[in-house]
């Protein structure tokens, strides 16, 4: 539960970061200088040169141009400094980017340690860490430093571009060269969506970071393959995700929403009094709304990393365990239940695929073989219409030939039933002959044990006139 309490660590260090921005940025702005320029309503050789108004009387400017006049022009600068301020301004915009992606990637890789040390903990909760914030954290700053700097330099990077790109539309707004609103348009549309992947290719990056602490190339490799081979999982568990997280935003956004506009209003009257008073009370109402989204962001993004962390986890299990008792899961019993549900939707739609992309295949197939079915129809009814005239010549042949055909066929029947019962006789000789053999075996045998029985009999008889002496005859 201390989870949810980490995003007030990372809004301090991100308000630092900005408070370290805007004070450079405004340093920056204001380093100019004030630019004074001769300016004179006659024909002056010094016309629009800089000059200094303390010196101006004195100099030589005044005496040949009388009606001249040393004025405020502008704040700038001649030197290097001023001519490549702009580009202090997009490094120290630079500088932000990284802090405060780095700020947002050591919160994730810290909260993505602590609950991956809650999952592939065998006995839960007795194997779990004691402060499993604290830990993560520690580790992220000890041992992780340097990936997490790498992943917000790459980031940083593609969203100055896109700074760079804003700045370059804004000074072409002027310009009527359509190509280059619609080259500019097409750049500032590419570098979003490479942000976007970048974003979510970090985020699996130092989750991976945070489980199996390698750095960030092997871990945002590992973590793509495993995320490619399991691409319909990743699918619906980002949109049922994000989907249910608005709702939860929505839903507090509008409380929120709702109760400061019954208190600035006026409209409740418990509170009427404390209420203040205001012609246009929509301005706080907004500013509200809009700093409880930025809360609830912020709390619900520790939940949003919990989920995407035990589904990288969830999914590395399943590849390294079968359920088996060398190999047993580290997921609860419960998830494995929803697991067994998915992995049945997800087989039952990939027959359904595989069925639909069969069909397919056969459509094509028959719409292939459609014309060669037709020609081989043509085909057909040539060679039955010359079949046709064949038979139609062969026929008077075929009458006398089936006159004959009656004879023979009665002939072949007769030999053919009597070798079927010569065949019948011969099997009913050789039955009896294996029954008369079977019974003089078992008499034989039968005979034989007889005998043995008698033998035994007068053995036993001998042995028990032996064993049993007759008595002596009482006196």
Known sequence: MSALFYPLLTFALLAVVIAYWAITAVFLSTSNEQIYKVFNNSDCPFSRDTCDPKTFNISNVSAQCPDAECLFAF??????????????????????????????????????????????????????????????????????????????????????????????????????????????????????????????????????????????????????????????????????????????????????????????SGRIKAIEEAAPSLNYYWVPILTVVVGSYLIAHGFFSVYAMCVDTLFLCFCEDLERNDGSSEKPYFMNPELHEILSKSMKVEEECDGVEQADAEKQVDEVKLEEEMPLQQQDEEIQLKQQTALKEENEKKRPLESKMEDKKPEEEKKEEQVSQAEETEKKEEKEVKEAAEKQEVKTEEESVAAGEAQEEKTGEEEEKAQSKDDNPPSAPQV
């Open 75 to 264: 704040y700038g600068g001649e030197t290097l400094y001023h001519k490549y301020l702009i580009l202090f301004q997009f490094y120290n915009v630079f500088l932000f980017f990284w802090c405060a992606n780095f700020v947002t990637a050591l919160g994730q890789v810290t909260l993505s340690g602590a609950f991956a040390s809650y999952y592939w903990a065998f006995k839960k909760p007795d194997d779990i860490p004691a402060f499993p914030i604290f830990a993560s954290f520690g580790r992220a700053l000890r041992y992780h430093t340097g990936s997490l700097a790498f992943g917000s330099l790459i980031l940083s990077l593609v969203q100055v571009i896109r700074v760079f790109l804003e700045y370059l539309d804004h000074k072409l707004k002027g310009a009527q060269n359509k190509f280059a609103k619609f080259l500019l348009s097409c750049m500032k549309c590419c570098f979003w969506c490479l942000e976007k992947c970048i974003k979510f290719l970090n985020r699996n990056a130092y989750i991976m970071i945070a489980i199996y602490g390698k750095n960030f190339c092997t871990s945002a490799r590992d973590a793509f393959f495993l995320l490619m081979r399991n691409i319909i999982r990743v699918a619906v568990l980002d949109k049922v995700t994000d989907f249910l997280l608005f709702l939860g935003k929505l839903l507090i956004v509008g409380i929120v929403g709702i109760f400061s506009f019954f208190f600035f």
